[in-house]
């Protein structure tokens, strides 16, 4: 038993020393970082809700909420275009597919993940993943960016979504990123 005991401490003991001694440290190489990539984006999502096309349809709905105006707890599919403008006739620069929970309480709130993938330009094949709460019914509000492709690798950050038009059959959602 004692010596468990102290075997067991020899390799608690060991074991910490790894842990320090495995951190970065070089008397000859100092720690430096790769610098931080900025980039700003801007671009409006444009979401048809009815009609021949739509780029976002319910699949999934509580049944205890079929008879509410309130659609809580109801899963949607989206598969949004990504414009330069808020014009219909804007070029089309990439898509933003997903899902979206829609919660309601006081004000309608939506958990959503989406990415956001260009087609064309300089950031044709990247994308930017966005997993965040999104307060729908607010003109102004803030996602999370968590993740990215391509020359989005690794990003992090919060991108500003600002709504520009919404109605019955269509959204239409300012991006900031």
């Known amino acids: 038993m004692k010596g ?18 495995s951190q970065y440290y070089s008397e000859i190489l ?3 970082p790769e610098p931080v990539k900025v980039t700003n984006l801007h671009f409006y999502l444009h979401e048809t ?3 021949q096309n739509p780029t976002a349809v319910n699949i999934a709905q509580a049944n205890i909420t ?5 659609p809580f707890a109801t899963l949607a599919a989206v598969d949004d275009i990504l414009k330069i403008g808020p014009e219909d006739n ?6 933003a597919q997903g899902l979206g929970l829609l ?9 959503m993940y989406s990415d956001f993938g260009f087609t064309v330009g300089k950031f044709n094949g990247s994308s930017i993943s966005i997993f965040s709460r999104n307060t729908i019914i607010e003109p102004g ?8 492709r391509g020359k989005f690798r690794m990003a992090k950050g919060f991108a500003l979504l600002t709504t520009y ?6 959204v239409i959602i300012e991006f900031n990123y």
């Open 103 to 111: 919660l309601a309480g006081n004000t309608t709130t939506g958990v």
């Open 30 to 32: 100092p720690y430096d």
């Open 141 to 148: 509000r803030e996602v999370a960016v968590v993740g990215g």
């Open 90 to 95: 804007s070029e089309v620069i990439g898509n």
């Open 66 to 70: 079929n008879n509410s105006s309130v």
């Open 49 to 51: 809700l009815n009609g």
């Open 165 to 170: 038009f919404l109605n019955a059959t269509a």
């Open 4 to 21: 468990t005991l102290v075997l067991t401490w020899i390799l608690i003991i060991y074991l910490s020393q790894i842990a320090v001694q």
